[in-house]
């Protein structure tokens, strides 16, 4: 009876401690110098990681994650923390991070997240014409890693080397006792580039992923516009992450929710110089849709559809007039008693702003009509209008409807030429939508910082204008004659 009491201690002691040492040897895998080891042999950085925490008797069980920081590799690459000196300013910084672990391969000594948080994010990202974009610098293998040559490696014109030995392995001899000569090393091949291999990305056990307080500083050299964007205050939530590279026609899906400040500065040309202007200073949320990987090359490429809401009170463009980027347009307008010269091309919002985009190949695409309201105008761009600002290139088909502010000088400038209030009003007529609002239809195209405008209403003008209008723009006596045998005519087809 002793001895089976004693039996029975050891099994419970041996189930206690079953725990205990696989807890003590996974957490020798997430200590803080070794993810730093294991982060520094697959990316191009210095890293460094404050402190760790893996806690597997909660439910589920977490690891935490602390201080974690990324910069450009240098010299202590590779030494413990503690024999390091202070990082310099970090690319990426990451205050906390928190993931949530599957229970079942933790039994077999893996550590699988299905959730993970990360809270303070700032992350700093330079795109140069020569170096392109520093970040990914960051996260590529280090040193290129290149990869061998599959026609080389299999040529039946190279010698074939055994391995070296072992070390204290014995040596072979010949039957006289002497050592083979050394065999001599095959040619040099010619250098040439090797592509650099990339990993086929594996299934992502992943359920969710969220970024909270994050801020992201984005400088393009790259472009005319030396473009500089903050996003701040970034909310970004991953979910029904469905993603598996077998078959990504069924499984390449993630679905977004974000909130964001965004705020674009850069150069534009403004009175004939090129001058700081600000693009962007707005609030916005939305959801959609992302497909993570391109599935021709298998590389992570996010391609997303999202309903955006510009909010009310956000500032999109506001930094040019017409006058700035017009040209000899305006001259034609003003030919016509139209002065639009101090219409800004912008402003800030009425009311929120509902925007259908698509993103791929970093173009963000309108994939509905989309209408801006502004104190002043509205803006109608139509579907098919497309922005690139990492090329500095735009294409932007879009309707201007003005309102008083600016219908009122319109009917006043026309007014000038002479043919009174009513035949002037009759003109406006034929450039104004059913609300009775003038607008004109523009594509502005090229530079971020130096836009080209094309009117499509100066053809429509000059139409006018050269036939029937133009007389009538001639001699102002006949257009009122004119308008009151209208009037006439109307009369007698009333109910009487």
């Not at 690319?91 to 229970?103: C, G």
């Not at 294409?395 to 600016?406: C, D, E, K, L, Y």
């Not at 319109?410 to 009003?425: F, P, S, Y």
Request: with cysteine; hydrophobic share 40%.
């Amino acid at each position: 009876m002793k001895l089976a009491l004693k039996i029975l201690g050891v099994l419970i002691l041996l189930a206690l401690a079953a725990p205990i040492g696989l807890a003590m040897w996974l957490q020798s895998y997430v200590s803080a110098d070794y993810l730093v080891k294991v982060t520094e042999e697959n990316c191009n950085c210095r890293a460094h990681l404050d402190s760790t925490s893996l806690s597997l008797f909660s439910w589920p069980p977490t690891l935490r994650l602390n201080g974690i920081k990324l910069a450009p590799r240098d010299e202590h690459v590779g030494k413990p923390l503690s024999q390091r000196p202070p990082m310099p300013p970090a690319a990426v910084r990451i205050d906390f991070a928190y993931a949530e672990l599957l229970s079942n391969d933790i039994l077999d000594g893996h550590l699988t997240p299905n959730l993970l948080r990360f809270t303070g994010i700032e992350v700093f990202e330079t795109l140069d014409p020569k170096d392109g974009s520093s970040l990914e610098r960051l996260f590529q293998p280090p040193g290129g890693r290149p990869v061998a040559s599959a026609d080389a490696a299999s040529s039946p014109t190279s010698p074939s080397l055994p391995p070296p030995p072992e070390p204290g392995a014995p040596r072979t001899y010949d039957l006289n006792g002497n050592a083979p000569p050394p065999v001599p090393p095959p040619p040099a091949a010619p250098a040439v580039a090797m592509p650099v291999e990339v990993a086929k990305p594996e299934r992502i056990p992943l359920r969710e992923i969220h970024l909270e307080q994050a801020t992201f500083h984005i400088t393009n050299k790259a472009v005319a516009a030396q473009i500089d964007a903050e996003i701040r205050d970034l909310d970004l939530h991953l979910t029904d992450i469905d993603v598996d590279p077998e078959d990504l026609t069924l499984h390449n899906r993630i679905h977004a929710q974000l909130k964001a400040k965004v705020n674009v500065k850069g150069m534009a040309k403004v009175n004939g110089q090129m001058q700081p202007v600000q693009f962007a200073d707005a609030s916005l949320h939305g959801e959609g849709d992302v497909k993570p990987l391109e599935p021709q090359t298998m590389l992570w490429k996010p391609a997303a559809t999202l309903a955006i809401t510009f909010e009310r009170g956000s500032t999109i463009g506001g930094h040019m007039t017409l006058n700035d980027v017009a040209g000899d347009h305006l001259e034609k307008l003003l030919k016509n008693g139209i002065d639009l010269r101090n219409v800004r091309l912008g402003g800030p919002l009425a009311e929120d702003a509902v925007a259908a985009i698509g993103y791929d190949s970093e173009m963000i695409a309108f994939q509905q009509p989309t209408r801006i309201v502004m104190p002043d105008f509205e803006l109608n761009i139509q579907q098919g209008g497309w922005i690139n600002p990492a090329q500095d290139s735009q294409q932007m088909p879009m309707r201007v409807v003005f309102g008083p502010a600016i219908r009122e000088p319109l009917i006043q400038g026309i007014a000038a030429k002479g043919l009174g209030d009513t035949v002037t009003r009759t003109i406006v007529s034929m450039i104004s939508d059913d609300r009775g609002n003038p607008y004109v239809d523009i594509i502005i195209t090229g530079s971020l910082s130096h836009p080209n405008v094309e009117f499509k209403v100066v053809n429509k003008l000059n139409n006018f204008t050269g036939g029937a209008i133009g007389r009538l723009l001639e001699n102002p006596q006949e257009a009122k004659e004119l308008l009151n045998d209208l009037k006439s005519l109307k009369n007698l087809f009333k109910r009487k």
